[in-house]
């Protein structure tokens, strides 16, 4: 079977890196020899081709800015797609911001509409944002065939456009993690992990908290950054840093990957999650894996997983003063630390990348069954 995969990030990318892209890499990695896959990303740097855990990767567009890359990805990847999509037996297309709106052009090839993210985000005012949940909204009822990776999205979709909308839910998993050496300084960190976006995923609430308890916390305890952000959004993180004299509080360290990222959860005291909107992320399952609670809000995909694993402590939506008191809560009682980083550890035992890529590839021999496409695998 030939596989095509549209996504604009991927796990290399300087801009993102994000969940969405280490699930597919997650997925189809189990697959690579067994199947034809290709996937097609927005191009970061010089490179144009690179394998990634065995998935071949085609990097579409220009790289002189984040902006830049991704609207020429959404115009190169169109045009590659209308003269070679009779090469493939199915094309997957991440429905992120500007879909492509495939099915309209493409009828003999199966198309699968990909839900890692939604889009409709009521702490964004701009009315670009507005358009793009728009473009999201009507791409649900064009694309025939959808996944995602949580309830939580699958309930939008069916709200959205009608109750009698087919989602599949495949939810996204964990593997078995070994970091070899642990050369643990014992120092004390809370922990955040993942893009470094200003407002979606809360930063600003983050450090205003932070400046709210400085002086309230032992000197020792650090808060760590980690990840990737646009230009834009790590000069206010570092502006905001500079204004309150913060520096001797929070480092950000950048992205990290592979044993260098699971360390720092595993000798974190926990970690933190202010984003204003998330679906199912990957992050929260790592923490889970070391026995590491998660301080969140009961937002988007992550209220199915606060109240399914009962492994979270909650904050209230946009409440500086109640975020900084629950770290510092959090911060002195190691017991409910324990408690709660145990009942994570029981929730993610059956979500592994095994499954997950095994009812993906499941759906994807369904779509090409009522194709009447012959190439199914015995």
């Known amino acids: 079977m030939k596989i095509l995969h549209i996504i604009y990030d991927s796990p290399n990318n300087k801009w993102m890196g994000g969940g969405g892209a280490l699930r597919v890499n997650e997925i189809y990695k189990r697959f690579s020899k067994k199947e034809n896959i290709l996937i097609i990303s927005g191009r970061f740097s010089y490179i144009k081709e690179e394998k990634i855990n065995g998935v071949n990767y085609r990097y579409l567009g220009f790289y002189n800015n984040y902006l830049i890359s991704r609207l020429t990805f959404i115009l190169f990847s169109f045009f590659y797609i209308i003269f070679n999509h009779k090469k493939y037996d199915l094309i997957i297309e991440e429905l992120g911001p500007c879909p492509l709106f495939l099915p ?10 990909s839900i890692q993210v939604i889009l409709k985000q009521e702490f964004k005012k701009e009315i670009v944002y507005k358009i793009l949940w728009f473009l999201q909204k009507l791409a649900f009822g064009i694309y025939k ?11 939008v979709i069916k709200k959205e456009i009608s109750n009698k909308e087919k ?16 050369n643990n300084k014992k120092e004390k960190y809370i922990l955040y992990l993942g893009r470094l976006d200003y407002v979606e995923k809360g930063i600003d609430l983050l450090l205003e908290a932070i400046n709210f308890i400085k002086n309230d916390l032992e000197k020792k305890i650090k808060f760590y950054l980690v990840g990737n952000g646009k230009k834009d959004n790590l000069k206010k993180i570092k502006d905001y840093i500079n204004l309150y004299k913060l520096k001797n509080r ?5 992205y990290k990957c592979g044993k260098e990222k699971y360390r720092l959860i595993k000798n974190s005291l926990f970690l933190c999650l202010p984003s204003r909107n998330e679906n199912f992320p990957l992050v929260v399952l790592e923490a889970f894996y070391f026995k590491k609670t998660i301080i969140c809000s009961n937002v988007g995909g992550l209220k199915e997983i606060i109240s399914k694993s009962r492994a979270c402590l909650t904050y209230n939506k946009e409440n500086v003063i109640d975020l900084a008191h629950k770290i510092k809560s959090l911060v002195n009682n190691k017991f409910l630390r324990i408690q709660l980083g145990k009942k994570g550890k029981l929730w993610i035992k059956n ?4 499954k997950c890529a095994e009812k993906t590839f499941k759906f994807y021999y369904s779509i090409l069954k009522q194709r009447n496409k012959n190439v199914l695998q015995k």
């Open 351 to 354: 979500l592994t990348w095994e």
């Open 250 to 254: 929070i480092k950000i360290l950048g």
């Open 167 to 182: 989602v599949v839910v495949i939810y996204p998993g964990i593997e078995k993690i070994k970091i070899g050496y642990n």
């Open 104 to 113: 309209i052009y493409i009828k003999n090839t199966p198309i699968i509409g």
């Open 145 to 155: 065939n959808k996944m995602t990776v949580s309830d939580y999205t699958e309930r």
